[in-house]
């Protein structure tokens, strides 16, 4: 019965997400969410408690997602840099995972209620708290230079990573997984001593692989 309930959870879900991105929030109701899902509303009900709490939902799964992740990176890896490391690919990750996801609340987080927005914002500053732990932890240690603010560091992190959302295509040249790469190597590139540098080359790209892209043409130097 629990995976019944479920199953229709996730097709409230992906229904609204579908409906919100083509005809905007505003302009789909309830009903309209309820005969597309072939649910009724008492079955929307059941689950989401407003439209207002479905938009919510939508946010919440993927900052969830990404906060859970630094969580297990700072509990299970050893240094700073690994910690960083894994956190910035999860964090990539999000973008091809939950795009529908991304792409309506950006589209309509106005519209979320002040309240809810509040909870969003409970989870958006423990994950940049963490971030910058991360990096005042690695400062501390010597593996990340001390001259960079650590707090300007991790917001920088954030707006390079978050611009994701702007440009990746599933279908384009470059897969997830390689843009994760490049983001870490270019921020490790920023953010480590030299001496840390050499223990954790492994992070850098192959120089062989750097002018190829996906699809295995040269890409251009400049």
């Not at 992070?203 to 890409?219: C, E, H, I, Q, V």
Request: hydrophobic share 40%; net charge neutral; glycine share 4%.
């Amino acid at each position: 019965m629990g995976v019944v309930i479920s199953q229709l959870k996730e097709r409230i879900l992906a229904t609204s997400l579908m409906l919100f991105e083509k005809h905007g929030f505003h302009s789909v109701t309830v009903n309209d969410i309820v005969e597309a899902s072939g649910t009724s509303k008492g079955g929307f009900y059941h689950h989401y408690r407003s439209k207002d709490d479905l938009l919510f939902s939508i946010h919440d799964t993927f900052i969830s997602y990404v906060l859970a992740k630094a969580r297990e990176a700072d509990r299970t890896c050893q240094t700073p840099a690994a910690k960083l490391a894994q956190i910035i690919h999860s964090f990539a990750r999000v973008f091809d995972l939950y795009q529908p996801h991304i792409s309506v609340f950006y589209q309509e987080s106005q519209y979320l209620k002040p309240e809810l927005d509040q909870l969003i914002k409970v989870k958006r500053d423990e994950y940049r708290l963490l971030i910058n732990e991360v990096i005042a932890s690695g400062q501390a240690s010597g593996e990340f230079r001390r001259e960079i603010p650590f707090d300007i560091s991790g917001m920088a992190i954030l707006g390079i990573v978050n611009w994701t959302s702007k440009w990746y295509q599933r279908n384009g040249e470059r897969s997830i997984e390689e843009i994760a790469d490049i983001f870490t190597d270019f921020i490790m590139h920023a953010l480590l001593t030299e001496r840390a540098k050499e223990t954790y080359s492994f992070y850098f790209l192959d120089k062989s692989k750097a002018l190829t892209n996906a699809k295995g043409r040269p890409t251009s130097r400049s």
